[in-house]
């Protein structure tokens, strides 16, 4: 692989313009020929359309049938005698039917649906996630279980139905509609299929089963007299519908598949269908042909998907390859969990307000990067946004620094010291901040520090924030040289006191995990504080607070502690067996 090391690489390079094709523009970008850029028609599906299929559609619809039979018998008295009289036929002809036999399977059938059998399916289930760390299942399955479990409560509750009046030839307790036990049973088991086994032909092998054992076990309990038809039914649909729409919106298969296998779980696939969209859009879009798409550098980003986007073989450019950011809706949603953790721990520090869609969190990435590389900070360049889904998916496309190494698998001399440094005053004088200062961020290139990952950039910054930038920078050149000779060379571009107030400000929650991580190893390798080492140096200043108190801070640190409550509360239920949730 040809390593291109045109200085133009990491400095801004402006497309130029070269030809007029079938009335289409063409330039280069890097060395690299955009051209053919096609203009989706009004109409045409996008590259991966936004669909609910199959099963989604099917228990879309299960879910919203309830619901309008649900208000159908609010509204209109005579319909809840047309739904008694149609239950009691039914149950009329099961009457008849009874005989010892029959009677035996169906206390048989109905044991499954005890509160035991479902306390500890469930209790499996949460401890299985629990183990392999898929924290975003295991609240899905939460979740589904509380809408079921209090949704069947409130309506007992409003309704009030009296139990079949025929004779009941088995244990019963409460109000008869929604059937609890069934709904609680049909939830457990939905949300176990989509939380435990991965998607194909295992999954369906067992809602399949599920589906039959939970017809068979409404069966028995309109058998035994303990349900009427429509409890039964209404319970059998609606439960497994909330599992299924709560799965597809909160841990969608797309996003975070059943594999068993240790990963970061922000991490999109990208193989099959996507990977097709993703190729197919990036020509159409950008005018670069693609011919594979695959992951690149996970392990150091949580944020979005990255990947290395290989090009088909072309004499006329250098680059083998190029570097996408792939955005979803997974990805914003965990920006948002992010931004309110961090509000309701320090208050609303600047720019913590959450992006109100994924267009406007990519935009503001493509906007940030462009403006850094037009004010000189080194980055890679910038080829534009690519539309996947439309306000759901898209991909940011730039360069591959070919050559390039992580700050700490590099040598770091003085002139890279001094580069770095340099670098953070650039950013100072143009009135920016880089925000996510670490070691897989800065990247060394032909002897020059270059800057990546540029979405937590900010544009006139806090003095707070800029001062953390500083002191991120200082660390990470400590750890691959010494405290004494990064602060030598610091006080060349910064004044003493702005190194003392970088480390003032300086807290655990200001360096990213990844620095944490290395002065940690650092500290029990050579018994030196770096962080302290830099605090003796400089000139003494008082720490500097990051705690911001407002009303909305408080409101949300009581509505989380109440969530928090209500999901002790269930475990602990389910745990004591004091009653379904």
Known sequence: MDQHTSEESTGPVVGRELDLVGGRREFKIVGITIAGRRRRPSGEAAPLPRDLRGAGQLWLMFSLSVLLVWMWLFVSPSAS?????????????LVELRNESLTSTAKLLNVLSAEWIIRILRLGTLVALALVKRWRHLFAVLIAVVIVEFTGDVLQDMIGRHRPLVPILADWEGASHPSRPVGGLAVTLAAMGYALIPYGTNRRRFLFGSGVVMVAVALSRMYLGLDHPSDAWVALLFAPAVAVLTFRLFAPEASFPITWKRGVSAHLDVSGRRGEAIIQAVRDQLGIEVVEVAP???EGSGGSTPLRLELAPDDSHPEDYLFAKLYSQTHLRSDRWYKLGRTILYGALEDELRFTSVRRLVEYEDYIQRVMRDSGIPSAEPFGVVEITPEREYLMVSQFLFGSKELTDADVDIAIIDDALGVIRQLWDAGLAHRDIKPANVMIRNDRVVLIDVAFGTVRPSPWRQAVDLANMMVILALRSTPEVVYERALLQFDPHDIAEAFAATRSVT?????????????RSHGVDIVAEFRRMAPHAEPISIQRWSTRRIALALVAAFALMIVLST??????GGGML
Request: hydrophobic share 40%; glycine share 2%.
């Open 571 to 576: 475990l602990v239920s389910e745990v004591s």
């Open 511 to 523: 360096l990213p995990s990844q620095s944490r991580s290395s002065l940690a190893a650092f500290r």
């Open 296 to 298: 690149f550098g996970q």
């Open 81 to 93: 005698q047309w739904w008694t009289e149609q239950d009691y036929r039914l149950l009329d002809w």
